[in-house]
């Protein structure tokens, strides 16, 4: 069994110590609307994602497996992941932490488009700031929104 997502110090002190992570700080201090630095949680995610040699898909309850895939393919490609093998107990914010703040907006996007799920700011800040599981915003998707492509 695949332990949830966490942040892992080593692996983040690690990659700030990085040539291209230090070079590009001093660019964004010249420069700030050049770069956006992307949050030292990334480098965590992708290297514990790369682990994970298995899809995480038999994890998921049989009622929620399908928007589950769904929801997890959409986390790959907005926050441009290795994997989508994502678990149940996976939090939601360091998964989201791991993105730039574009990529979070696009993935947030592409729920509303292919969920018709109607949400403000305001619950999605909750969502990242409450400790939300994926466990949890799958079923938030499943009580709520309506699958634009279920037949």
């Given at each position: 069994m695949n332990r949830p997502l966490f942040l892992d110090v080593t692996i983040q002190k690690g990659d700030s110590q990085r040539l291209?992570?230090?070079?590009?700080?001093?660019?964004?201090?010249?420069?700030?609307?050049?770069?956006?630095?992307?949050?030292?949680?990334?480098?965590?995610?992708?290297?514990?994602?790369?682990?994970?040699?298995?899809?995480?898909?038999?994890?998921?309850?049989?009622?929620?497996?399908?928007?589950?895939?769904?929801?997890?393919?959409l986390l790959k490609v907005e926050l441009q992941l290795?994997?989508?093998?994502?678990?149940?107990?996976?939090?939601?914010?360091?998964i989201l932490e791991s993105g730039y703040q574009i990529d979070r907006r696009f993935f947030f996007e592409s729920i509303v488009e292919n969920f018709d799920l109607k949400v403000s700011d305001s619950d999605w800040q909750s969502m990242c700031d409450n400790n939300w599981s994926i466990r949890n915003f799958v079923e938030f998707v499943c009580q709520h929104g309506a699958d634009k492509n279920a037949e």
């Open positions: 291209s992570t230090r070079l590009a700080r001093m660019i964004k201090a010249v420069i700030p609307c050049v770069i956006h630095e992307v949050s030292q949680t990334r480098a965590s995610v992708v290297d514990q994602l790369r682990r994970r040699t298995t899809n995480a898909n038999e994890s998921w309850p049989p009622t929620m497996k399908e928007v589950a895939s769904r929801i997890c393919r290795p994997n989508d093998h994502f678990i149940p107990d996976d939090p939601l914010p360091i």
